[in-house]
Nanobody
Framework: QVQLVESGGGLVQPGGSLRLSCQASGSILYINFMGWYRQAPGKQRELVAHITSIGSTNYADSVKGRFTISRDTVKNTVHLQMNSLKPEDTAVYYC?????????WGQGTQVTVSS
């Protein structure tokens, strides 16, 4: 089992920045990748960004150039730096870890971009 705890959400004005963190614990060996997904009201959950065990990254087109995913292997933590935030980035952001054929999810953290 892998446990994921997210932090860093909140309310920010358009153009502002937030940094989300996701700390993994438990059976963390052989995690294939970790990523961030988001779900806005009335919409499906979508991939925002992910990072593999060898450090390769992938981003949704809507966040390229604004968001950066990174990892701290010592602290088993993945970060999502979000800059130039837009109202359409408002959503609940979920951390996900993939290990073997299993997916593990965090509880989600709310990000609201509003003036």
């Amino acid at each position: 089992q892998v446990q994921l705890v997210e932090s860093g959400g909140g309310l920010v004005q358009p153009g502002g920045s937030l940094r989300l963190s996701c700390q993994a614990s438990g059976s963390i060996l052989y995690i294939n990748f970790m990523g961030w997904y988001r779900q806005a009201p009335g919409k499906q959950r979508e991939l925002v960004a992910h990072i593999t065990s060898i450090g390769s990254t992938n981003y949704a087109d809507s966040v390229k150039g604004r968001f950066t995913i990174s990892r701290d292997t010592v602290k088993n933590t993945v970060h999502l730096q979000m800059n130039s935030l837009k109202p359409e980035d408002t959503a609940v952001y979920y951390c996900k870890a993939a290990k073997g054929g299993d997916d593990y999810w965090g509880q989600g953290t709310q990000v609201t971009v509003s003036s």
